[in-house]
T-cell receptor, first 117, second 113 residues
Framework: NAGVMQNPRHLVRRRGQEARLRCSPM?????VYWYRQLPEEGLKFMVY????????ESGMPKERFSAEFPKEGPSILRIQQVVRGDSAAYFC???????????????FGPGTRLTVL | GENVEQHPSTLSVQEGDSAVIKCTYSDSASNYFPWYKQELGKGPQLIIDIRSNVGEKKDQRIAVTLNKTAKHFSLHITETQPEDSAVYFCAVGRVQGAQKLVFGQGTRLTINP
């Protein structure tokens, strides 16, 4: 029973380039969450998605960041025109449903470490 | 919005001793309190959680206590072992529905042999 998969595990981009981070939820899970972790800090919520829908994007920066979770395939977090301040670890989590405990328990992937040069 | 404070930021204990990490939260509507363990280079792993209808929960050497009135909860690890060394995060959320988790700042726990 594979857990949450994220790729790439490490990503290096130059300022101004685009970064695409992918997340495949656990089998049977239809809810995906993205969090960002700056060095020596806790995780900060970015966005919560169900298949083909963004449910809560209250933690997403207003510009350059977008997320999707298509009907088929992984969830994608896209960062356009990256800047050095975007360097962080980006974690994806998935849950079985949104229907309440324990089915909304979040399981985390290993993260993508983005470095912007 | 919810605000979570976690203390201490670092904790060093002798192997076999107990470790306690504390968190406070601000939103009285929050009712789900998970604890995560993060090892170097890995994602957070859920180790124990508690809901606000329960005051204490125990799982082998790990226990969590909740004081809903004071809005604080604690993680207790007894008989610590070297493999307990990691960063521990508390988080706060809601039992109903899939809601975002608000995390504490983390505690780096070191177990000295």
């Amino acid at each position: 029973n594979a857990g949450v998969m994220q790729n790439p595990r490490h990503l290096v981009r130059r300022r101004g380039q685009e970064a695409r981070l992918r997340c495949s939820p656990m089998k049977g899970h239809s809810h995906v969450y993205w969090y960002r972790q700056l060095p020596e800090e806790g995780l900060k919520f970015m966005v919560y998605l169900q298949k083909e829908n963004i449910i809560d994007e209250s933690g997403m920066p207003k510009e350059r960041f977008s997320a999707e979770f298509p009907k088929e395939g992984p969830s994608i977090l896209r960062i356009q025109q990256v800047v050095r301040g975007d360097s962080a670890a980006y974690f994806c989590a998935s849950s079985l449903t949104g229907g309440g405990y324990p089915h909304n328990e979040q399981f985390f992937g290993p993260g993508t470490r983005l470095t912007v040069l | 919005g919810e605000n979570v404070e976690q203390h201490p930021s670092t904790l060093s204990v002798q192997e076999g001793d107990s470790a306690v990490i504390k968190c406070t939260y601000s939103d009285s509507a929050s009712n789900y309190f998970p604890w995560y363990k993060q090892e170097l280079g890995k994602g957070p792993q859920l180790i124990i959680d508690i809901r606000s209808n329960v005051g204490e929960k125990k799982d082998q050497r790990i226990a969590v206590t909740l004081n809903k009135t004071a809005k604080h909860f604690s993680l207790h690890i007894t008989e610590t072992q070297p493999e307990d060394s990691a960063v521990y995060f508390c988080a706060v959320g809601r039992v109903q529905g899939a809601q975002k988790l608000v995390f504490g700042q983390g505690t780096r726990l070191t177990i000295n042999p």
